[in-house]
């Protein structure tokens, strides 16, 4: 029998979790919250976290990659403009 590596909504919560974060819910509520109150540290936590999941062999479900795209991308470019501004 064949096992497919997925990222699903309870893969992304937990890995947030590891890294700190206080999320519940949905992945598109999990990284709405995980990008508030960002600081220097949670935010290289967080491109860490997209990179590994971006470079991994592992497939990530639609609403996953949804929630990475529209909410943690985001959100890291906001801080890091916010940073040189």
Known sequence: MMHADLVDEQD???QLRSLGFD???TA??????AV???NDTNARALKG???KLYTGSATILPAVRQAID???LPGLAQFKQSKTA
């Open 12 to 14: 992304l919560l937990s």
């Open 70 to 72: 529209q909410q943690l």
């Open 49 to 51: 976290l997209v990179e």
């Open 36 to 38: 508030c109150g960002l």
């Open 23 to 25: 999320v519940s819910g």
């Open 28 to 33: 598109e509520q999990a990284c709405s919250a």
